[in-house]
T-cell receptor, first 114, second 114 residues
């Protein structure tokens, strides 16, 4: 299996621009999670989906952040407009209902907002 | 709310030594625990897990010990190798309505000297 795939791996943008991060979960996994990792706050869960439906978005920092999962093999996390404090590594993880708590992480997208 | 912490933020060992990484959690209702390894520039990688009905679980060169009385979790790595150098996170799932939400500890940096 290819594992969780994320793109881009690195993104540098200017404040105010829209940023879209992409994730392809492991085939057959029906849970998808978006995390943000910073030195100050560690790993934070932003939102997670089950069968393409958002279950808990309480970790989404503000309305500038939105996430979608149009089908079982694709999800996006969008930040509009971006701000320098959004700079972080964003991880996508997936798991399957047979063992939903064991999450497998992608390589992450390192976002820098100037 | 749940909080997960680590006793030692850094650990430096010699190759061949055994390593012990500790984690404390606060929610006595926590029923599933996972250790992740994160190498530089990569996403967290699943190492081993344990359910609350167990005290010990062994994998290849790794052992996880769970002490529910004092809400403490440890990861033991036998014959530590330079390739074990990474940041190690414990993650806790509290069950109930927080299904799918893992709380991650701050992480311990393990450095293995040849």
């Amino acid at each position: 299996d290819a594992g969780v795939i994320q793109s881009p791996r690195h993104e540098v943008t200017e404040m105010g621009q829209e940023v879209t991060l992409r994730c392809k979960p492991i085939s057959g996994h029906d849970y998808l999670f978006w995390y943000r990792q910073t030195m100050m706050r560690g790993l934070e869960l932003l939102i997670y989906f089950n069968n393409n439906v958002p279950i808990d978005d309480s970790g989404m920092p503000e309305d500038r952040f939105s996430a979608k999962m149009p089908n079982a093999s694709f999800s996006t996390l969008k930040i509009q407009p971006s701000e320098p404090r959004d700079s972080a590594v964003y991880f996508c993880a997936s798991s399957h209902s047979g063992n939903p708590d064991t999450q497998y992480f992608g390589p992450g997208t390192r976002l820098t907002v100037l | 709310g749940e909080s997960v912490g680590l006793h030692l933020p850094t650990l430096s060992v010699q190759e061949g030594d055994n390593s012990i990484i500790n984690c404390a959690y606060s929610n006595s209702a926590s029923d599933y625990f996972i250790w992740y390894k994160q190498e530089s520039g990569k996403g967290p990688q699943f190492i081993i897990d344990i359910r609350s009905n167990m005290d010990k679980r062994q994998g290849q060169r790794v052992t996880v010990l769970l002490n529910k009385t004092v809400k403490h979790l440890s990861l033991q790595i036998a014959a530590t190798q330079p390739g074990d150098s990474a940041v190690y996170f414990c993650a806790v799932y509290a069950g109930g309505t927080s299904y799918g939400k893992l709380t991650f500890g701050q992480g311990t940096i393990l450095t293995v000297h040849p």
